[in-house]
Structure formats: C-alpha cells, structure tokens
C-alpha cells in the first residue's frame, strides 16, 4: 500500500467515528480530496453556514440541558453528513421533537427575550425537513429513521410566541436585533468566530461526542451565555481518550484566518482551546444507581 492511499485511509477512518457514515463514502472523500488527515471532516465553506451550525450547538446545550439523552446523543443527532454547502444530521428518534423545540425561535413572554436560534425556519423537502436561515443560503437538513416521520412542532401558548409560525418569510425585530448584534459582537469579533469554527466542527462529529454519553444517559453539554462549549459525563470513555480523538478529527486545527491567541495554550486538563475559543471536556463520578441495586427493587 502507497504512502498515499495509507494516508486515505487513515482519514477514512478518522471521518468514519467521527460522523457514523460508512468508510467507503469517507475513503472516496479522501481520494477526491475532500479531507485530509489533518482535515479529515468536510468543513463548510461560508462562514454564514459556520455561523448557524454554531448558533444550533449552543441552543442545543442549553435547551436540552439536564434532560435525557438517548444513545449518546447529547445534541440530539446520531450521524451526520457534512458538506462544504449544507450539512445533513440524522435525528435520534426520542429525541426528534425536542431538538425542533429547543432551536426553533420563540418570545418568552415569562422570562423575557429570544430563546432558539434567530431567522431559523423549518421546511418540508419531500419527505424531509430542512432548517434554514432567512437571510443567507445557510441550511441543515434533518434525517428521521423512520421516513413517515412528521415532526410535532411546537405551538403557541405557555408564556410562547413562536416567532417561526407568525413570521414564516420575514424576520421578527427581536430576531434582527438579536443577529445584527452577533454581527457586532459587542466585544471580541475574532472569539466569536473561532467559537463558530469549534462549535460547527463539533455538530459535524457526532460520533466522537457520543462517546460521553455512551454507557448510560448522566452526561450533559451546557454552555456559558454561548462563549463556550462544556461536555460533562461521568462513565466510558477516558476524557483524555476523547480529548485525544477530537484532537485527532481536527477539531483544534487553527485556520489561517483565525488569530492564535496565548490563551490556546490549554491551562486546564480537557480543555480545547482555539483563538480564544473554548470547548471544555469533564468527566466525574458516577451518580446512577448501581445495576444491582436496581435489581434489588
């Protein structure tokens, strides 16, 4: 074997854990060039698509917080199929329901301001369904295991106006307010985006997070205000182990256009930091009842 088509390979299988798609379809990437061992995830080639994919992970985080997750999938997603334009993410099935709830935007009336993901809109493809951005060409399809699947999206009411219902084709002005203050930023351009550069490349490796959660459902990913990433869980996989392969997948690989900060330099154990970005991995003991003493009742 070549030292080239070894290289293919090994992308092959980096691409492969790292996404759940078949070897086959990553190894015909790698021969087309479409990754490479350093890259070994397609990236998406707009920051607009970066920038909802990471809007998408940091509601996620927070709006399935504390909550069950089924078969390791803490951001609700099995699988994933990542292009330079668009991404595709297959639903867990338990999970289908919530994950529309928790991005799609909505007012709270109860606790004040936006919740979801703003501009965000769900439509009907066929038999699928696509979120997409109303500004921008930036879109995620969603994939269901079972192809009569039709989601149950979330209504008006409790406290809940669901700005997608009311304005399907135009932005609400909490909506616009919302993104042309992430445009601003408010303090550090270069953080946000290196945020959307780690948040996006850990939405497209859903195999690699689901390692934390594994063994049973106590792991949870939550975020501080969207500044950051925080993957806690407590049985499996050895948070060296998991910091390794996603060091491995390219999650960290500064791109050019991303300043280097001092603070990349990690300064905590399972910390993956990138021009000021951060995604903080932590795994403690176990709370759940020990199998035995399930038996016993």
């Not at 070894?6 to 691409?15: E, F, G, K, V, Y």
């Not at 699988?79 to 007012?107: E, F, K, N, Q, Y």
């Not at 501009?119 to 696509?130: A, K």
């Not at 700005?163 to 616009?176: K, T, V």
């Amino acid at each position: 074997m070549s030292r080239r088509t070894d290289n293919h390979h090994r992308a092959a299988t980096i691409c492969r854990a790292a996404t759940g798609l078949p070897h086959r379809t990553c190894l015909d990437w790698a021969r087309a060039g479409l990754i490479t061992r350093h890259q070994p995830v397609p990236e998406p080639a707009d920051e607009a698509q970066r920038a909802l994919e990471s809007l998408l992970v940091a509601e996620l985080a927070d709006g399935l917080r504390e909550r069950d997750r089924h078969d390791g999938a803490l951001l609700g997603f099995t699988s994933a199929r990542p292009a330079r334009v668009g991404l595709t993410l297959t639903l867990h099935p338990a999970m289908a329901d919530r994950v529309l709830s928790a991005v799609l935007p909505r007012i709270d009336e109860h606790h004040g301001g936006l919740r979801g993901v703003p501009g965000l809109r769900i439509v009907p493809m066929g038999g699928s369904w696509t979120l997409n951005q109303l500004q921008g060409r930036a879109t995620v399809a969603l994939v269901h295991p079972d192809p009569d699947w039709r989601p149950r999206l979330p209504e008006h009411g409790d406290g809940l106006t669901q700005l997608w219902r009311r304005n399907r084709h135009r932005l609400h002005p909490a909506e616009a307010a919302e993104l042309a203050g992430r445009a601003d930023s408010g303090g550090d351009p270069g953080s946000v985006r290196a945020q959307d550069w780690l948040n996006s490349r850990l939405l497209r490796r859903p195999g690699l997070l689901g390692a934390a959660g594994a063994v049973h459902g106590s792991a949870n990913v939550y975020t501080h205000g969207g500044e950051d990433v925080v993957v806690e869980w407590c049985c499996g996989v050895e948070r060296d182990e998991l910091e390794r392969q996603l060091r491995r997948s390219g999650l960290a690989e500064r791109p050019d256009r991303i300043a280097e900060r001092l603070r990349d330099r990690p300064w905590f154990p399972g910390e993956i930091a990138m021009g000021g970005a951060f995604i903080t991995l932590r795994r403690g003991p176990c709370h759940a009842p020990h199998p035995t003493a399930r038996r016993a009742h």
